[in-house]
């Protein structure tokens, strides 16, 4: 049976200790300790930050005595197959369900039925669907997972507020500022609900006439906002959540230091859920390619002190990760990499590959 290392937060309940845990020389968990959430609880506790698991692959084992299973019983592959059947991730999924379904009316009543708009109750349901999460590394594997995406406002709206509520962590905000942050991502798109139906949803190409009615969304959400009574910054950053720091963006083209500091984390993560969600019309750009998009081209758009913790953060997310690159062949992160961050160090069949020198060699998928 091999052996492998991973990353803690992709530890799941079932899987088997390799080698005995320790930290700063004491005994945490023994080989061959089966996982359990007890046992995930203390390694958390421990601030242990990998473990090595036995391969789940058992060559050795007697199948004669067994029933041939039939490909729906089969074990799952890859660790994603795993994580989606994870109690962990169904728990998450069935929130985020329910709570996208919830947002939607909430949305709806505040920008057509003059309702308020409380905070603390927008702030509360987004905890509730993060609250089965080990650590901002587990609930960023579990969101690029989920496949709830039959609309492109509301479930939209709600992981950009997840993924800002996971940057706002990485960047050690405070409490109350991490709250305005994760409520800004939920209302950043109000407008779009005073916007007709039939454009936001429109599956092709927008003519110049309807986008440049679909660009009046920011002007609309912000109206609508600041006639609520909210904390400005949330209203700034669905006014300007698509301005960038170079001045390309719009309504006003406005550069660097004229975007409020939220505003510029709503828009770096707006653009990468968009660009890395499962849409019912457009499967997800790979994350290490929309990295990779960032560093040609972002550090003169967004803000670097914002986007560069981003792009770490989202790179450790899958060390230990296998992927599929652009020839074919399989391998396993190993290693990340600073100064091109969309480009770390590979095992492929047991060569180490540094990406960063081979320019030829590309992450088309993560397995």
Same mark, same amino acid.
């Not at 698991?53 to 795993?82: G, L, M, N, V």
């Not at 940057?167 to 209302?187: F, N, S």
């Not at 230990?320 to 990499?337: A, F, K, P, S």
């Given at each position: ?17 390799? /080698? ?37 692959? %058992? ?6 005595? *067994?029933?041939?299973?039939?490909? #729906? ?15 962990? !991730?169904?728990?998450?999924? *069935? ?19 003059? /309702? ?44 950009? =507020? ?11 905000? %405070? ?27 429109? &599956? ?6 309807? !986008? =440049?009615? $679909?660009?009046?969304? &920011? ?10 009574? $909210? ?19 719009? &309504? ?34 790979? &994350? ?8 040609? /081209?972002?550090?003169?758009?967004? %803000? ?34 600073? #100064?091109?961050? #969309? ?25």
């Amino acid at each position: 049976m091999n052996i492998t290392p991973m990353m803690l937060h992709k530890v799941l309940p079932g899987m088997v200790i390799a /080698e005995d845990v320790y930290k700063d020389s004491q005994l945490v968990v023994r080989k061959g300790t089966i996982v359990n959430d007890d046992v995930l609880k203390l390694l958390h506790r421990s601030s242990v930050v990998s473990v090595s698991i036995h391969d789940q692959t %058992d060559t050795t084992k007697d199948t004669t005595k *067994e029933a041939p299973k039939s490909s #729906s019983d089969a074990p799952s592959s890859t660790y994603y197959d795993r994580l989606r059947n994870s109690e962990s !991730f169904i728990k998450f999924e *069935e929130n985020f369900k329910q709570t996208t379904d919830e947002f939607s009316y909430k949305l709806n009543d505040i920008a057509t039925r003059n /309702e308020a708009v409380d905070v603390d109750e927008l702030f509360q349901s987004a905890n509730e669907v993060m609250a089965g999460t080990t650590n901002t590394y587990h609930m960023m594997d579990i969101l690029s997972n989920i496949r709830y995406f039959d609309d492109c406002t509301y479930a939209h709206s709600l992981n950009v =507020a997840l993924l800002a509520n996971i940057l706002g962590r990485w960047l050690h905000l %405070d409490e109350d500022t991490l709250k305005i942050l994760t409520v800004a991502g939920m209302l950043h798109d109000i407008g779009k609900v005073l916007i007709p139906s039939e454009l936001i949803k429109k &599956p092709g190409r927008l003519t110049d006439e309807e !986008f =440049a009615i $679909i660009k009046q969304h &920011p002007v609309k959400g912000y109206k609508l906002l600041k006639s609520k009574n $909210i904390d400005e910054n949330v209203a700034q950053a669905a006014l300007l959540h698509h301005e960038k720091c170079d001045g390309s963006g719009y &309504p006003y083209g406005l550069k660097g230091d004229r975007i409020p500091n939220l505003a510029k984390l709503i828009t770096i993560i707006d653009i990468y859920e968009a660009m890395t969600a499962n849409r019912s019309y457009h499967k997800g750009i790979c &994350p290490f390619e929309v990295i990779r998009l960032y560093e040609d /081209e972002g550090y003169a758009k967004y %803000d670097p002190r914002y986007l560069i913790p981003f792009l770490h953060g989202i790179s450790d997310t899958y060390l230990h990760t296998t992927i599929l690159l652009n020839d074919g062949r399989q391998g396993e992160v190993v290693l990340t990499n600073q #100064s091109a961050i #969309s480009r770390p160090g590979i095992l492929v069949n047991g060569e180490y590959i540094d990406l960063s020198r081979h320019p030829e060699l590309n992450i088309v998928t993560i397995l």
